[in-house]
């Protein structure tokens, strides 16, 4: 069964604490997104990465991390400096140059 | 910066047909129009995409002007699993899709 899976979908933190979220696909694809959706609002891109040990920041990237070491891995890292952490995460996944991106179920992370 | 324009929210009835806008007037030749929608609490999820003709899959079909400046997508028989947000986009492959607020779909019984 085919997809991409983000995990967990609800995670708490206190502040000052540094998160870090899942997302694994076995699409094959090379293609990897992190996206931020704020409530009332659209997606925003925090980082991709088109190819293993390579990635690239997006609009909104300060404050996070990510590592891509396997190509069906792109885990996103929410530090203590992203002054706003609480947000739903989406994670997605496309074929390099394709125009169809899977999106994961997204993560919702709620810092207190 | 989404580059397209979309309707905040939509109304429509239950097994109605709906047309949902989107202007896109300084799309560029390389650029396909794609559509996605969110479910509540999801992620989006892929409707259509086309470049130049007009496309129709099992899901909805899209019309796009001659001038491509702007396109329309159209739900045949909208359900109530139709209420979602619906996200238009350009896009020519060669970089992450670029989401705006989207139009917000409400389906009445």
């Known amino acids: 069964d085919g997809g991409i899976t983000q995990s967990p979908k609800y995670l708490f933190r206190k502040e000052g604490q540094n998160v870090t979220l899942s997302c694994e696909q076995n699409?094959?694809?090379?293609?990897m997104y992190w996206y931020r959706q704020d409530p009332g609002q659209g997606l925003r891109l925090i980082y991709y990465s088109q190819i293993v040990n390579d990635f690239q920041k997006g609009d909104i990237a300060e404050g996070y991390s990510v590592s891509r070491e396997k190509k069906e891995s792109f885990p996103l890292t929410v530090t203590s400096a992203q002054k706003n952490p609480t947000a739903f995460y989406l994670c997605?996944?496309?074929?390099?140059?394709?125009?169809?991106?899977?999106f994961g179920q997204g993560t919702r992370l709620t810092v207190v | 910066d989404a580059k397209t324009t979309q309707p905040n929210s939509m109304e429509s009835n239950e097994e109605e047909p709906v047309h949902l806008p989107c202007n896109h007037s300084?799309?560029?030749?390389?650029?396909?129009i794609h559509w996605y929608r969110q479910l509540p609490s999801q992620g989006p999820e892929y409707v259509i995409h086309?470049?130049?003709s007009n496309v129709n899959n099992r899901m909805a079909s899209l019309a796009i002007a001659e001038d491509r400046k702007s396109s329309t997508l159209i739900l045949h028989r909208a359900t109530l699993r139709d209420a979602a947000v619906y996200y238009c986009i350009r896009n020519s492959g060669n970089t992450p899709l670029v989401f705006g607020k989207g139009t917000r779909l409400s389906v009445i019984a």
């Open positions: 699409l094959n694809h090379d293609a």
């Open positions: 086309g470049l130049t």
């Open positions: 997605a996944s496309s074929i390099l140059r394709s125009t169809e991106a899977f």
């Open positions: 300084t799309i560029s030749g390389t650029d396909y």
